[in-house]
């Protein structure tokens, strides 16, 4: 018998009802959304060797926004862009060398409001066939997988917190061997790691 699909099972679990997200969900002082700037992000899923991966990047820590934090390949919706899919494709294209004809678009997700002022669409990607990343120069320090089980499970996310702009915030956050992934990284995949009960 062949083991789960557990790129499809997400796919499915993406297009099930479920709240909508934000980086205040566990924070009480929220300011009014108002003008908020449309981005996209990938969930670029493959299958290496029997076990379902997905794609993150360690964001360069010389950058001025969120320096050395794991994140999904994305950006802004840019003016040319056919919407979130195209703008989620075009990053990954720019950020890790990732095809956009080697991306199947599996769907997408509600979207996530970040403290920074954007409005981030989740989409979902089958990559289809190997390919070699090639990290941004100026952005990307690292790119690498990590099991879609160990981000998929819920009860592994745990909730921290750091003194930001103030005041103390809180967080999701999914530790995964050198890798702290937190944020809106963190509350995107555990959105989706919700929806797959």
């Known amino acids: 018998m062949a083991p789960p699909d557990l790129i499809a099972q997400a796919a499915a679990a993406a297009g099930r009802q479920g709240p909508p997200t934000s980086d205040y969900d566990l924070n009480p002082s ?23 991966q997905i794609y993150l990047t360690k964001r360069a820590s010389h950058l001025k926004s ?13 003016a040319g862009d056919a ?24 769907g997408r997700m509600a979207a996530h409001e970040t403290v920074t002022g954007f409005s981030v669409t989740p989409v979902l ?7 070699l990343p090639v990290p941004e120069a100026g952005e990307v320090e690292e790119v690498f997988t990590v099991p ?8 592994r996310y745990r909730i921290e917190g750091r003194f930001w702009r103030g ?31």
């Open 148 to 155: 879609l089980s160990a981000v998929l499970d819920s009860g």
């Open 125 to 131: 990607g089958r990559v289809t066939a190997a390919f």
């Open 66 to 78: 969120h320096p050395g934090q794991i994140a999904l390949p994305g950006g802004k919706v840019d």
């Open 30 to 52: 929220r300011p009014a959304a108002a003008g908020l700037r449309a981005a996209a992000v990938l969930l670029p899923m493959i299958e290496i060797g029997g076990t379902a």
């Open 167 to 197: 005041e103390w915030r809180r967080y999701y956050c999914v530790p995964h061997g050198p890798y702290y992934i937190w944020g809106a990284t963190a509350r995107i995949l555990k959105a989706l790691a919700d929806r797959m009960g």
């Open 83 to 106: 919407g979130p899919e195209a703008a989620a494709l075009r990053e990954a294209s720019e950020e890790i060398g990732l095809p956009a004809g080697n991306v199947r678009i599996l």
